[in-house]
């Protein structure tokens, strides 16, 4: 196993532009930046390895209408880096033509060759994407109104 080190600022800002200019062709690009054997984890996915790394990433791209990425401030220390960003988006079939934004973070944990070898993605899967989506929204809002009373 590779001795952990600080990633370059380098290696974090091309990692940054490669998630901010993400597509489905780039996809493909995906082992410049990610060890073969790297681990996903997102409310949705645990996935470990290039192969099912791409294909969320792929499916990304089927499900949603112009899905990309705004990396809105990053804090790396030693091995380790935070980034917080915005998922912008259309829905397929509902709401198409009104932008949708889910609010999130990436722990990223990097190996001796810059890559990364764990990415961990935080974001309220209930507030940003539930509550948005028709009946589903209605209830879960319902149950948040609820849960503060």
């Known amino acids: 196993m590779n001795p952990i080190t600080e990633p370059t600022p380098e290696a974090v800002a091309?990692?940054?532009?490669?998630?901010?200019?993400?597509?489905p062709?780039?996809?493909a690009q995906l082992?410049?930046?990610?060890?073969?054997?790297?681990?996903?984890?997102?409310?949705?996915?645990?996935?470990?390895?290039?192969?099912?790394?791409?294909?969320?990433?792929?499916?990304?791209?089927?499900?949603l209408i112009g899905p990309r990425f705004?990396?809105?401030?990053?804090v790396c220390q030693g091995a380790q880096c935070f980034l917080t960003w915005e998922f912008r988006f259309q829905f397929r079939s509902y709401r198409v033509g009104q932008e949708q934004?889910?609010?999130?973070?990436?722990?990223?944990?990097?190996?001796?060759?810059g890559l990364v070898?764990?990415?961990r993605d935080y974001w309220d899967a209930a507030e940003e994407l539930y509550e948005k989506l028709p009946l589903l929204?209605?209830?879960?809002?319902?149950?948040?109104?609820r849960a503060n009373t």
């Open 117 to 119: 070898t764990l990415h």
């Open 31 to 63: 082992d410049q930046f990610y060890a073969a054997h790297a681990r996903f984890k997102d409310p949705f996915n645990d996935v470990t390895g290039l192969p099912e790394i791409a294909r969320i990433f792929e499916h990304m791209f089927v499900a």
């Open 101 to 113: 934004v889910i609010l999130g973070a990436s722990h990223l944990v990097f190996d001796a060759q």
């Open 25 to 27: 062709e780039s996809v």
């Open 14 to 23: 091309n990692l940054v532009a490669y998630f901010e200019n993400l597509s």
């Open 137 to 145: 929204g209605s209830l879960m809002r319902w149950l948040k109104r």
């Open 70 to 74: 705004v990396v809105t401030q990053q």
